[in-house]
């Protein structure tokens, strides 16, 4: 997004955007002795400021998120709890729960917290921006980024206190189940496990998830991904960031192109180019 200028500027060039279905995330490791405190999580959400995050990195190309389903996904649940930016909400937050500041406005954190990310620059000076955030509220947060393929190993091991990462394409609600079932709780000795690296553990959502891989009817479904959406805004095993659009540069001319919410190029089956 931050070369958007360029191409945009550019005389041979069209830009193109659309929603998408990527869900970008942070992640808690539950089992950590601070962020398994609600509270805490709570307090990190609301000192996120997600709006400024994506009106200076994207560009406004990317739009806010409750969950991992876009607003247009058949079985997207829209009343859940979300968690605007609300520094002073925060902070008496973490006061309730016992992490008090230790020097008022001075410069001690209320406690310390490593924030693992690649080291894709672009996603590195997000993180470092959500930790400038979290100081605010008194979260000290280094950011430590690695190459990825030692990052990555780290977060399947579950050897992380937080991160962020992103789903793709997010097309089918069953993945809810790879993702938070307890069944599906990596270890070191097993990183293939599952995807549910931060260890959560719900006896209630598991027992919807696995009615939701057993049901057909689409409407009952959808009921089914609708209160496990709402038992996850409020639970917080991940804080939901955004859902980046797709980008698409073309030539100029360029005839029946167009964006999928997924980014796949089945247009190209049937774009064509007139003039120069």
Known sequence: PLMLPVVEDADKLEVNSASSFKYTYLAFNLEHEVLGNLAVRKAIALGIDRNAIIDHKFRGKARLSTGLLSPAHWAYESNVETFEYDPARARKLLDEAGFTDPDGDGPLPRFEMEFKVSANKFR?????????????????????????????????????????????????????????????????????????????????????????????????????????????????????????????????????????????????????????
Not at 192 to 208: I, K, P, Q, T, W
């Open 124 to 276: 590195k000076a997000i993180a470092t921006l959500i930790a400038h955030q979290l100081a605010e509220i008194g979260i000290a947060v280094t950011v430590r980024s690695y190459e990825w393929g030692t990052f990555y190993s780290d977060i399947k091991s579950r050897n992380f206190a937080m991160t962020t990462l992103q789903w793709p394409s997010v097309l089918e609600p069953s993945l809810y189940r790879w993702i938070f079932h307890s069944d599906n709780i990596p270890s070191p000795e097993n990183r293939a496990a599952g995807a549910n690296r931060g260890a959560y553990r719900n006896d209630r959502v598991d027992e919807l998830l696995d009615a939701g891989n057993k049901e057909t009817d689409v409407e009952k479904r959808r009921l089914i991904y609708a209160e496990i959406q709402q038992i996850l805004a409020r639970e917080l095993p991940y804080v939901s960031l955004w859902h980046e659009d797709n980008i698409a540069i073309t030539k100029k001319g360029t005839q029946d192109y167009f964006i999928t919410p997924n980014a796949r190029f089945e247009a190209l089956k049937q774009t064509r180019t007139v003039g120069q």
